[in-house]
């Protein structure tokens, strides 16, 4: 056989799935709430429409519940609102459009062509435009029945219901807050605590390198970061918005409050990393317990961490927070270098935005941390 023709069999081979079938079990089984949603919402919209309204062709009401549940998932409460008025407004004007230029082939692909438009004119992406894009679809293929009333109503009106649906199940059937947070938050502090422990590593074997890996971890945290962010605005309105989660709001303040502390901690660990890297780059000799401070420093974040987790008081996490900034202020040597006292800064630094993350008042903070 000819090279030329290996080339094309050579390309032509089936891809091994990237998750295996344990791993598509584990998350069918997280989206449960997702499952319980959609078909309580989907048959309770079409049963109100069609037992309660008299509606023969309900479709709309199921679509929407659906459009509602999948697109509304970790919106804002106002967006939430504004997606079950858009879908029903959607389809009252679409059905009035299609009152008045008819049904049939060039009609549907305007009007195709008009909602993906204006959805995209309004911010309506992902699924959601695809949604929409079906049900305009639907609007122009489908043909009323006889003697079904106004279908701009009818069709509206079961919009509306499903959309109603839709929002009553996610209320109902809410996403777990304090657990949604505290994966992401506990994932970014295992990070945090990684770090320190890589730079305290490295001053133990005067090793630039591992260093460097340090501070590149560090500045591939602001992804996670920035994600967390977006996850403390979705729980809280999660938090605001459903009675099942009230209870929960006391706890996922405590998460939300410290988001912006967390922030500041990771900040200080960047440049503390790139100052170790820089120390152990130029050969300086790291200050004799510094990487002591460091290793408590870590195990502090840990500490830290499960507090948070447990609604504890973090009175352990407190001490051994302390305990490292005032190890790396006595390990400075007489004569300081900038790279040695910027260390030992960002330690205090570090230390005191996990107080205030823990609740500690500025003043506490200053009396803690003053070790002169």
Not at 26 to 31: I, N, S
Not at 46 to 70: D, E, K, M, N, R
Not at 100 to 111: E, F, K, N, S, Y
Not at 184 to 197: F, H, K, M, Y
């Amino acid at each position: 056989m000819s090279p030329s023709r290996d080339v094309p069999l050579r390309r032509i081979r089936l891809r091994r799935p990237t998750t295996s079938l344990d791993d598509r079990l584990k998350l069918l089984r997280k989206r449960w709430r997702l499952l319980l949603r959609l078909s309580v919402s989907t048959s309770l919209a079409f049963f109100i429409s069609t037992q309660l309204l008299g509606h023969s062709q309900a479709f709309f009401a199921p679509i929407s519940a659906i459009i509602v549940i999948v697109a509304g998932a970790g919106v804002r409460a106002r967006t939430l609102f504004e997606l079950v008025c858009g879908v029903a407004l959607g389809v009252l004007v679409g059905e009035l459009l299609i009152l008045t230029i008819g049904r049939g082939t060039w009609q549907i692909a305007l009007v195709v062509v008009l909602t993906v438009i204006v959805s995209t004119l309004v911010g309506i992406k992902g699924l959601a435009l695809t949604q929409a894009a079906n049900s305009s679809v639907l609007l122009a293929a489908v043909v009323p029945v006889a003697n079904a009333g106004n279908p701009a109503v009818t069709r509206f009106l079961d919009a509306f219901i499903g959309g109603c649906c839709g929002l009553a199940l996610i209320l109902l059937v809410p996403r777990n807050p304090v657990r949604d947070i505290d994966t992401e938050t506990q994932a970014l502090l295992r990070r945090l605590s990684g770090v320190l422990a890589r730079c305290a590593e490295a001053m133990r074997l005067a090793d630039a390198d591992l260093a460097q890996t340090a501070l590149d971890e560090a500045r591939a945290m602001q992804p996670d970061l920035q994600a967390l962010e977006s996850t403390a605005v979705n729980v809280t309105e999660i938090a605001k918005m459903s009675p099942m989660r009230w209870k929960q709001r006391g706890h996922l303040d405590l998460y939300v409050g410290a988001v912006r502390d967390l922030d500041n901690a990771i900040r200080d660990a960047r440049v503390l990393a790139r100052r170790t890297s820089a120390m152990l780059r130029h050969g300086e000799a790291a200050p004799a317990d510094m990487h002591l401070a460091l290793d408590s420093l870590a195990r502090a974040v840990e500490i830290f961490a499960d507090d948070l987790s447990e609604h504890d008081d973090f009175a352990e996490a407190r001490e051994q927070l302390v305990a490292a900034a005032r190890i790396a202020v006595e390990a400075l040597p007489g004569a300081m270098t900038m790279n040695t006292a910027a260390i030992a800064a960002q330690v205090r630094s570090l230390a005191a935005d996990l107080l205030y993350a823990s609740g500690a008042t500025r003043d506490e903070i200053d009396a803690s941390l003053d070790f002169d």
